[in-house]
């Protein structure tokens, strides 16, 4: 079902020449003052701070897991994930709960701001000079005034070591 | 009643109430296509089922009443009361042969004529000739009488209730489970208050609750294994091939969904092993083997999984023929090829379209093949792993998770993390003490870094789990620990953490699927205190510490017992030096004890080194034939034999220079015999060790360590393909005091047999090659002078399984090769038996 969701923007923004006025909704981010979107729609929950209990051998992306109203949330660290230096100490980091093949993730980011709508007319591909990590995660890019807001891919980012 | 007549009834009963409706809904709007296709498929299918239980009466019905009905769909008749009521009135009859049913188990006799011949004109369009009710009503008199009584028991013993509905059940209880964990975990910490009371019955109810709503979704296997014995018959006739289906475990429970997922892979993997596994009996022959080729099907509990295992003693998967096909196909380069493993060339099978057999048969081939049973275990959450064994069969192994599955689990602490042991794999717990401080009872020694436990006088390996999990364990290790002496498989296996606290009462949740690669774990939980942590999977651990070789994780090579020649097998053993800078090695399971001791402590008796050791003598055998007195402490491995019901307790010391390691190796000892003392040379850790012969040493000890055994005592055959288990065994046999002598295979034990010779028990290996020990077992059984002996096997695995199909093929005991004292014990039990 996510996965749908997730599909949905890319093939809405294909079409979007066509009728251009083809909106989407983001949940923006920040990770390492990078602003971020991803799809409202694969957006389960945002959440505060949490208790993240660590796992023994887990792949270093993975923060751990949490606790949330009884199901256990699988953390994944999206500084670490696309290779960000850590956050500073004492950063009260929040996260994105998103669901992928009915197990739910929490994204953790540096902070989760405003939910925006924008134009399909302002999306533009991923530019070949983002940062290799950057670009292997990334749907596409909106030109807003005087900044760039990169659209995560959920679906990659949980592609971890290939088992996602 | 049987199974399936009442399943009938049951499902018969469902329709039939919906067919009045729709039949009502019909007569009001006659042009309701979908209502009518309803009928139909209801009307056929009562028809179908009655047919194929052999009800003629219903079915002669239902069959005159499908007519009408087809004849209406095709719209060649109208929808008008009368032929509406004419198919009420065989609704009626059905109803009314069906209480028959119910009640007696059998169609009450009765005369069907009138109802089928107003079928019969209602199909025709003709009114009916003769009116209805008149017709209906006096035939029926006869049969309802005696179905009325029966009808409500037929009605009221089962109901059908949506799978989603159960799903959601499920779910409450797991979260009402928490709950009630949390509140006892806050009711703990306050002592005795009113809610204790209260609490305990809610805490009870919640277990009774969980369990039933649990078993309302759970079935035994052997649901999805019925059909397998017939199919494999008909294969087998088909095929032209002789084929046993050996079923274990059938009686494993699993989630109802689930097992409705994996009823087909079965079935087509099956169907693969009866096909391309198996070759055909003239082939077995000239391959050595037994005509009828095998197929074992196994289900067992495993952590939270449930696993099943296919297996096969047949030819295995051609690895070149599937190496040619993956080229031919594109799917990887001859240089890829060649630098893969032959476990990765394998799993080529599960790719789309993949299938080796050269022509496509009727049975297999098709191109639908593991491709679509990979993609169906994956998609709930299962994996499936395969081993191959060329010339001797393959299998496959499929886990899957308990959706949601409780259990009990001891919560350990290791660094900073907490962690959950499934209580079933715990056998104690124990506090050991490390150093000289310790208690003798049980204590951590460390051989050249490996910690190994001293648990009433028999080693144990022990793992630290804070190493095992890469956590920090630079901190110096605590003069006690507390080990968790954890069961895997025949093994024994002791896990060191930091705390241990309570048991809890979990929900089994599996892993995401970005940790499912981490096999230490199989699952997680929630605590009653809400934090997360991770459930250990012992199989994993031992797996992971390399300690349990014939547990190895299925697809890395696992060594099923029962394909693996004894050569294969992996062996614990204890390095040490002892005059030279050559290493010599013992098997570890041979060694009671490792002992320093100090030069002071070393006396002379009889011209012979001698020490008090546990308030006696105990002989000290230097194997470099003098005891180095330079030394201020020698390194003593200490052999003993306790058995008391013999009234013998006596001990040995084998002195050597330095104790190196502990390795687990396939053992192949090249016997020389040359030396006294050396029971020949093997390849361990990549270097030429020698192998002691325990045997000899101990006999330098005691000269009569065998004495008791000459001539007397029973007689016990050892068959064994390998020399070194013999040369390892037989020893202890006659130490025990047995008369023991060796047969190299099946084949030499039934040569002495038919030789005339006595024995008075078997011990045997199960797996051998060309004939294992339950073809073995059968031929001695079948006749003969050896045909009412006890027989015990010996082997690597004695899963519950395993020790069942050894019963039933006339063993009298099962028992794990490593177990020293329980194979003694058994055959002191065995021969008390056969004597009484």
């Known amino acids: 079902m996510s996965l749908d969701v997730l599909d949905r923007p890319i093939s809405a923004l294909a079409g979007a020449g066509a009728d251009g006025d083809a909106e989407q909704m983001l949940v923006t981010l920040l990770l390492a003052s990078q602003l971020c979107g991803i799809p409202v729609l694969a957006v389960r929950d945002v959440l505060g701070e949490q208790t993240i209990a660590r796992i023994p051998l887990a792949p270093a992306e993975v923060a751990g897991s949490l606790n949330l109203r009884g199901r256990i949330v699988t953390a994944i660290d999206l500084r670490r994930r696309l290779r960000l230096p850590p956050a500073p100490e004492g950063t009260r980091r929040m996260s994105v709960v998103t669901e992928q093949g009915g197990e739910l993730y929490a994204l953790l980011v540096d902070q989760v701001s405003e939910v925006m709508t924008l134009r399909a007319a302002a999306f533009e591909p991923v530019p070949p000079t983002l940062p290799a990590e950057w670009a292997a995660h990334s749907a596409g890019i909106y030109r807003l005034d005087g900044r760039l807001l990169v659209v995560l891919d959920v679906a990659r980012l949980l592609a971890l070591g290939g088992a996602g | 009643m049987d199974d399936l007549l009442a399943d009938f009834l049951t499902e018969t009963g469902e329709s039939l109430a919906d067919l009045d409706l729709a039949l009502v809904r019909l007569e009001r709007t006659p042009d309701d296509a979908e209502t009518l296709s309803l009928i139909f498929r209801h009307v056929h299918t009562v028809k179908g089922t009655c047919g194929f239980l052999g009800l003629a009466r219903l079915e002669g019905v ?185 079923m274990h475990g059938a009686e494993t429970e699993l989630d109802r969904q689930v097992l409705e997922l994996i009823k087909d892979p079965l079935t087509h993997m099956v169907r693969n092993a009866a096909d391309h596994g198996l070759e055909a009996a003239a082939e077995r022959r000239a391959a050595g083997k037994p005509e009828s080729g095998r197929i ?142 310790a208690s003798s009872d049980a204590r951590i020694d460390h051989i050249e870094g490996t910690p190994v436990l001293r648990l009433r006088e028999r080693l144990m390996p022990l793992v630290s789990l804070r190493r095992l999990l890469d956590m920090d364990a630079t901190e110096a290790p605590p003069a006690a620990h507390y080990v968790v002496v954890v069961q895997v498989g025949t093994a024994r296996l002791g896990i060191i953490v930091d705390a241990v606290f309570d048991t809890e009462e979990i929900v089994v949740k599996p892993v995401a699927p970005v940790l499912r690669h981490v096999t230490m774990f199989s699952g997680n939980t929630i605590l009653g205190d809400g934090s997360v942590i991770m459930i250990l999977d012992p199989n994993g651990i031992a797996r992971a510490s390399g300690l349990v070789g014939a547990e190895v994780r299925p697809g890395e090579r696992r060594e099923t017992a029962a394909l693996l020649p004894a050569a294969q097998r992996r062996t614990a053993l204890l390095l040490f030096r002892a005059g030279g800078d050559g290493k010599l090695a013992v098997p570890l399971n041979l060694v009671a004890r490792i002992e320093h001791i100090p030069a002071e402590r070393i006396e002379m008796s009889g011209g012979r080194p001698v020490t008090q050791y546990r308030g006696r003598l105990m002989p000290l055998v230097p194997l470099t034939g003098a005891v180095d007195t330079e030394r201020a402490e020698q390194a003593v491995l200490v052999f003993a034999d306790t058995e008391q019901s013999l009234g013998r307790d006596r001990c040995m010391g084998l002195v050597v220079d330095e104790i190196l390691d502990v390795a687990d190796e396939v053992l192949r000892v090249e016997l020389s015999g040359a030396r006294p003392g050396l029971l020949g040379s093997a390849v361990i850790a990549g270097r030429a060790t020698d192998v002691i012969d325990t045997a000899h040493w101990l006999r330098e000890a005691h000269g009569d360590w065998f004495a008791a055994a000459t001539g007397q005592g029973p007689r016990v055959l050892l068959v064994d393909d390998s020399e070194f288990f013999r040369g390892l065994l037989l020893p202890v046999l006659v130490a025990a005091g047995f008369d023991a002598i060796g047969a190299a295979g099946a084949a030499e034990a039934l040569r002495l047999r038919d030789a005339g010779h006595r024995i008075d028990a078997i011990v045997s290996d199960i797996a051998m090659p060309e004939m294992d020990g339950i073809a073995l077992v059968r031929r001695l059984r079948e006749g003969g002078a050896w045909a009412h002996l006890p027989v015990i096997a010996l082997s690597a695995r004695a899963g519950a399984e395993e020790v069942e199909a050894g019963r039933q093929a006339g063993f009298t005991d099962y028992v794990a090769k490593s177990d020293r004292d329980a194979l003694l014990a058994s055959l002191r039990q065995c021969l008390s038996h056969a004597t009484a």
Do not use: C, Y
């Open chain 2, 62 to 246: 239902a069959h005159a009443a499908e007519h009408v009905l087809v004849r209406l769909r095709d719209r060649q008749l109208a929808v008008t009361p009368s032929v509406v009521s004419a198919v009420l009135a065989a609704i009626d009859r059905i109803k009314a042969i069906v209480s028959g049913i119910a009640a007696t188990g059998s169609e009450p006799a009765g005369d069907d004529a009138p109802v089928i011949a107003a079928l019969a004109a209602a199909a025709e369009g003709r009114a009916p000739a003769a009116p209805r009710p008149a017709s209906a009503e006096p035939a029926e008199a006869a049969p309802p009488a005696e179905p009325a009584a029966g009808e409500p028991a037929a009605t009221t013993q089962t109901i059908r209730v949506a799978v989603d509905v159960l799903e959601d059940l499920m779910t409450l209880v797991g979260e009402l489970v928490l709950t009630r964990n949390q509140l006892l975990q806050l009711v703990r910490g306050q002592g005795e208050s009113a809610l204790s009371v209260p609490l305990q019955r809610l805490s009870q109810i919640t277990s009774d609750l969980q369990e039933g709503v649990m078993k309302t979704r759970m079935q035994p296997i052997g649901g999805a294994w019925n059909k397998l014995p017939r199919l494999v018959r008909d294969l087998a006739h088909e095929l032209d091939k002789k084929i046993d289906l050996v």
């Open chain 2, 296 to 437: 074992t099907l196994r289900a067992f509990h495993e952590g939270g999984h449930v696993v099943i295992q296919i297996e096969d003693d047949g030819r295995g998967l051609p690895v070149d023929k599937i190496r040619t096909k993956a080229l031919a196909r594109g799917l990887a380069s001859e240089a890829e090829l060649a630098a893969m493993a032959e476990a990765q060339v394998l799993r080529f099978i599960f790719r789309p379209g993949f299938s080796t057999a050269a022509e496509v048969t009727a049975v297999s081939g098709r191109g639908v093949g593991m491709d679509v049973v990979k993609t169906n275990i994956e998609r709930i959450g299962g994996t499936i792993d395969l081993d191959n064994h060329p010339g001797h069969g393959s299998g496959f192994s499929i886990k899957i998770p308990l959706t949601l599955a409780i259990a009990s689990a001891l919560i350990v602490q290791a660094g900073d993390e907490r962690f959950a042991i499934p209580q079933l794999a715990v056998v104690e717990l124990v506090h050991a003490g490390s150093g000289a401080e």
